[in-house]
C-alpha cells in the first residue's frame, strides 16, 4: 500500500488486572496482524494494565471501519 497516512486515532482501555490485560492482548494481537492487506493499520501496545490501540488510515470511510471492527471485540 502506497498511500500517504492522513488520519489517526487511538484508543486507550483500562483493564483492572495484568493479567487481564496481557490474556486480551494476546486475543487481539491475531486480529491486528490481520489487518496488514486492508488499507488501515492498526498497532497494539501494553501499559501497565490498559491496552492502547493505535489506528491510521488515509480515509474517514476506512478509519471509522477500522475503529468499528475492534470495538466489537
Keep these: 500500500m502506497e498511500t500517504n497516512i492522513l488520519l489517526s486515532t487511538m484508543i486507550k482501555i483500562n483493564i483492572d488486572s495484568n493479567s487481564k490485560a496481557e490474556k486480551i492482548m494476546l486475543a487481539l494481537t491475531p486480529e491486528v496482524n490481520a489487518t496488514e492487506r486492508f488499507r488501515s493499520r492498526v498497532n497494539i501496545r501494553r501499559r501497565d494494565k490498559a491496552i492502547v490501540l493505535f489506528f491510521k488510515a488515509p ?3 476506512s ?3 477500522s475503529v468499528n471492527s475492534f470495538s466489537r471485540w
Design 59 to 61: 480515509d474517514i470511510t
Design 63 to 65: 478509519l471509522r471501519a
